[in-house]
């Protein structure tokens, strides 16, 4: 224990670490599992204040899609401020304002963007899916919402009200009421029990018997919200049928839908956006993370008909974050230009290959899913009784000491899903191949070492 302090009082990261436990709030999360302070950054890399280099897996949780400091996003910021450009505008409009919208309907599918309105929401993600949720039921007149179990939109109290994570609840009173939460497709861990296909076709089955039921106990809904691909609830990919049949019945039963792009926008699943995989249009998708190329933006797009509330009826002071638009336009442009969302397929399946193979030698991990640049990797306890499916129970302790012995190779991981024991990878788009390895190599060395030490 002596030895241990010692190490920790000759770090350099000690007294910013120090400085932040003692002032900051009781809520941080990520300082507690990835305890260093950052000194620079640059691309995929992170330096902290000891001289460490660590590979950034993490990347704002999904916002830095081109990494730190990249030269169009930092040559963007420049000649903003160089021309003397507003950097705050509330919603008034500019030239650089309507350059940006340019871009991004133009990044959106064609059927999509002609009949398009946005939205410029405060700057977070979960501000832009209140917006969507209030929109719906203005447009609407109805008040239940239809949301999924192990989803996650945001942490405010009407967000939170609709993720499916209960800890952050527990103290909560009075959440938003008439929400209803309805099986995902996670065939893993499938809520029906049986996995496979077989999964989200029964969740489609139900979720349809569930509407035609006139005794069904839920009001007629105003929006069924979803993400395409589950980010915290463990990087879980719907099934693009599944996807297909959500649009199919919420159509049938004139149900807004609502996409939640926020961490999957801007080509992270190999897409622009999540729900093309499934060749759908939703009536709305909330964008956050990414679309400010590194700096806080969010906004909320939809179709026209919904366009029915009154001026004011959503305002924020930051929704005219002129910089952040510049940043994102510069972002947005690149990423079309050099194709990433094409590169973030290819290299998700070179990074899934290596896993899958961990997979087979390594009995503590129970499954490796994801889709593009958005991968997870579930830790089992291989000690533990199976289940009837034959798939050994979470192992949030295991999932951990890999994610600290990963950190102590240079390689920064986040931990999330069901019990904390998915080791998730959200590296920036412009990782490269040789990149990928060295990370899968990594992250090997660091599941042997942790499996090694709790047998």
């Known amino acids: 224990m002596h030895d241990q302090v010692q190490v920790r009082e000759r770090s350099k990261n000690d007294p910013y670490l120090n400085k932040q436990a003692s002032r900051e709030s009781n809520a941080r999360s990520y300082p507690r599992r990835i305890p260093i302070a950052i000194k620079e950054a640059e691309g995929i890399h992170v330096k902290d204040m000891d001289g ?15 990494g730190h400091n990249h030269p169009v996003v930092i040559q963007a910021i420049r000649e903003m401020l160089d021309r003397k450009l507003p950097l705050h505008t509330l919603d ?6 309507e350059q940006f919208v340019d871009e991004l309907f133009d990044s959106l599918p064609e059927e999509f963007a002609k009949d398009a309105r946005i ?4 700057p977070t993600g979960a501000d832009a899916v209140e917006a969507a949720i209030k929109l719906a039921k203005t447009a609407t007149g109805n008040r239940s919402v239809l949301s999924f179990q192990g989803g996650y939109h945001g942490a405010t109290h009407a967000t939170m009200s609709l993720s499916g994570m209960l800890g952050p609840k527990e103290k909560v009173h009075g959440l938003v009421p008439d929400v209803h939460f309805l099986p995902y497709p996670y065939a893993y861990r499938c809520p029906f029990g049986v996995g496979g296909d077989e999964c989200h076709q029964l969740s489609s089955r139900y979720i349809e018997r569930l509407l035609q039921d006139p005794e069904r106990g839920i009001l007629a809904p105003c929006a069924m919200i979803f993400e395409a691909v589950q980010g915290e609830g463990g990087a879980i990919p719907a099934p693009v049928e599944w996807i297909r049949q959500m649009r199919r019945i919420t159509q049938e039963h004139h149900i807004p839908l609502i996409i939640d792009e926020v961490q999957t926008g801007l080509g992270r699943t190999g897409k622009m956006f999540a729900f093309e995989h499934a060749g759908i249009i939703p009536d709305v998708i909330v964008l956050s993370k990414a679309i400010g190329g590194s700096l806080p933006l969010s906004v909320m ?10 001026p004011g009826a959503h305002i924020g002071t930051f929704r005219g974050n002129q910089m952040a638009m510049a940043a994102g336009l510069a972002t947005l442009t690149y990423i079309k230009e050099h194709d990433l969302p094409s590169k973030a397929d290819r290299l998700g399946d070179r990074l899934m290959d290596h896993l899958n193979e961990l997979m087979k030698r390594v009995g503590w991990i129970g499954d490796v899913r994801g889709r593009g640049l958005m991968i997870g990797v579930e830790i089992v306890n291989r000690d533990a009784e199976p289940d009837h499916m034959g798939h050994y129970p979470a192992y949030p302790e295991l999932a951990s000491r890999i994610q600290r012995e990963c950190l102590k190779r240079g390689l920064i991981l986040e931990v999330g899903g069901r019990h904390g024991a998915v080791v998730r990878f959200l590296p920036p788009l412009i990782v490269t191949e040789s990149q990928i390895d060295e990370i899968a190599k990594i992250f090997r060395e660091a599941v042997h070492q942790a499996c090694t030490d709790v047998t």
């Open 92 to 97: 008034l409009t500019t030239p650089l304002k």
């Open 119 to 122: 939205q410029f929401c405060g």
């Open 52 to 66: 460490n280099v660590y590979y950034d897996c993490l990347a704002g949780a999904g916002t830095l899609a081109l």
């Open 301 to 310: 797009i939809y179709n026209k008909r919904l366009d029915v509330w009154k």
